[in-house]
Structures are given as structure tokens and as C-alpha cells.
């Protein structure tokens, strides 16, 4: 697949959910990209904006699976994996497979289940597979992950640990809708007939894993390597940080300009590409000093102050 008939059958979707999902065309294209660069995604704001129904159009459209599992202090790991049952017909144990056998799994205010049950979710999450009494079951790709939170009500949850927080290719908000916008959204449901919008697939399971293989063929300059790399050891060697970011983030970052650049219908990647999801892949691998607690510096703000700093290299045209 070339990157000229990537976008196009990208935009085919994006189109769909964009008559449905009312001023987000922006937070679609990220989160499209995400998901086509082959990562998870958490999606912190607020309730109300449509979190949950982006993550179950977005399986409409592709088509994929989908399950939604609302997470709760008394969600077991097993609620989430499956576990095994004694057949008495049989005089055997099977298994029983739980929610997490689907293509896209929505993980609904994630941290409001235990630091056990999120484990669980974080082997599918790195190993596309789930251990249940010690057999192990490989998950279909693709294996993707939308995982929400409240950032303002933080009664009875338990904070995502920094190495589950990684694991998340980016981390984006939805935002409140303009006025126009939300008077769109009221003609639009009143137009339906309905709460629950529906979209019909765009794309099939294996041509979703066909634009996945695509981005493969996106090239790279040596220079904008370099420049991704030195965004990620800037992050190291700041001062308002005492966490900076991994080399998984390189490589994170490096897969989300890919995508993005396949979204553009371009065969390789431009500055400009690893800037605009520079934010989104980095912000939430950032840990602030103890200091800069509760002041005007936003992790978000410290990698657009960095982004200013380095000088990025030309971009080259082919």
C-alpha cells in the first residue's frame, strides 16, 4: 500500500467519524494515528465530551472488535482476562475468555481498578498476550488499547505507576466543544432519533493491519533521527524534571511522526511531523520535581519550551 492510498482510505474514515464526532478533527487524526502506528491510548478529561463514544465509532469504522470494561475498585484480574471453569459434562477445566480478547478494548476510567487488575491489562498491553494460572494466550492483532481517566476527581483511585504510564504511545484531552459546535451536537442527535450514534466499517480488519505494515515504508532521515533523539535527552538533562524520558519515547515518537506522515500521504517524515506529536507522546512520561508541584510548569508546557529551544534540521523535499 502506497502512502498516497493510505490517506485516502484514512481520510475515508476520519470523514465518517467527523459527521458524527462534531469540532474534534484534529483529536481524531491523533488518535487514528496512534492506533495506526500500532499503540495504546489514554484519553484524560473530563466526562462528558465523548470519550467512550469515539473509542466504539473508531471500532465501527475499522472493523474491529470491540469491548468496554468499566473499571472499579472491585474488578478482579480475572473479570478482565478470563479464567477457567470445570466443565462437570466434560470432567475438565476451560477456559473462559474474558473482555480482553477483542481488537480494541476500552478501559474506562482505568484508574479506579486496583494496582493488580491494571497489571493484568499491562502484560496484554506490552506482550499482546494474557498468562491465566500459568498458560499463556496471544491476542489477535491488532491488540489496541483506548483507556480513559477524571483528572479532576482523584477520591478512591489509584494513580497510574509511571511504568504503566509509558506503555501509553500518547496521552490526549478531547476538550469542550465551541458553542457552534454544541449546537451542531444537539441538531445532530435530535436529526438521529437516538443517544447512541452508529457508524458502518470503512475498513476491514486486514486492511487496517495492511495500513499498519505501511508505515514500515515511511523513511527517516538520519537528521530528524537526530533530532528526535536530542528532543528525548533534552528532557534528561532538564532541571524542572526528575524523571525524563525513555528510549521507548524515541521510538514512540518516531512511530507517531511515521504515522502522521502516512496520514499526509507522505513516504517519509518531515520536522514538522515529530513537533506536532512531540506534546501527546511526551508529556505523560514526564515526572516534575517535587518544587515545581502545583506551579505554572505543565509537563506539556516544559516539552513545548523545548520543542522552541532545539533547532530542528531543514526539511528535505523527495
Not at 76 to 94: H, K, M, N, V, Y
Not at 171 to 184: C, L
Not at 248 to 262: D, E, I, P
Request: charged content about 25%; glycine content about 6%.
Amino acid at each position: 500500500m502506497t502512502p498516497g492510498e493510505l490517506a485516502a482510505r484514512a481520510d475515508d474514515a476520519l470523514d465518517v467519524l467527523s459527521d458524527i464526532v462534531v469540532g474534534k478533527e484534529e483529536v481524531l487524526r491523533l488518535l487514528f494515528a496512534a492506533l495506526l502506528a500500532n499503540g495504546h491510548v489514554l484519553i484524560e478529561d473530563v466526562p462528558g465530551v465523548a470519550k467512550t463514544t469515539i473509542a466504539s465509532l473508531l471500532a465501527s469504522v475499522l472493523g474491529l472488535s470491540f469491548r468496554r470494561v468499566q473499571f472499579t475498585p472491585d474488578l478482579l484480574p480475572a473479570d478482565l482476562t478470563g479464567s477457567f471453569i470445570f466443565d462437570q459434562r466434560r470432567s475438565e477445566f476451560t477456559f473462559r475468555r474474558g473482555p480482553i480478547f477483542t481488537h480494541l478494548l476500552l478501559a474506562d476510567e482505568i484508574n479506579r481498578a486496583t494496582p493488580k487488575t491494571q497489571s493484568a491489562l499491562l502484560e496484554a498491553m506490552q506482550e499482546c498476550q494474557t498468562t491465566v494460572e500459568g498458560e499463556s494466550f496471544v491476542l489477535e492483532p491488532p491488540f489496541l488499547v483506548i483507556a480513559t481517566q477524571n483528572p479532576i476527581e482523584l477520591e478512591g483511585t489509584y494513580p497510574l505507576p509511571e511504568a504503566e504510564l509509558d506503555r501509553f504511545l500518547v496521552r490526549i484531552g478531547v476538550g469542550y466543544p465551541s458553542a457552534e459546535e454544541e449546537v451542531r451536537i444537539l441538531r445532530l442527535r435530535r436529526a438521529r432519533r437516538s443517544d447512541r450514534p452508529r457508524a458502518e466499517a470503512v475498513l476491514a480488519r486486514d486492511e487496517f493491519l495492511e495500513m499498519q505494515a505501511a508505515l514500515e515504508d515511511i523513511f527517516v532521515e538520519p537528521s530528524v533521527e537526530g533530532y528526535i533523539v536530542n528532543l528525548v535527552r533534552a528532557t534528561r538533562e532538564d532541571s524542572r524534571l526528575a524523571l525524563g524520558a525513555s528510549p521507548r519515547a524515541s521510538l514512540a515518537l518516531m512511530g507517531m511522526a511515521r504515522a502522521v506522515a502516512g496520514l499526509d500521504g507522505r513516504g517519509f517524515v518531515i520536522p514538522d511531523d515529530v513537533k506536532r506529536v512531540a506534546s501527546a507522546v511526551l508529556a505523560h512520561r514526564l515526572v516534575l520535581r517535587p518544587e515545581n508541584w502545583g506551579g505554572r510548569i505543565s509537563t506539556a508546557h516544559l516539552v513545548g519550551s523545548l520543542l522552541v529551544q532545539l533547532t530542528a534540521p531543514a526539511a528535505e523535499v523527495r
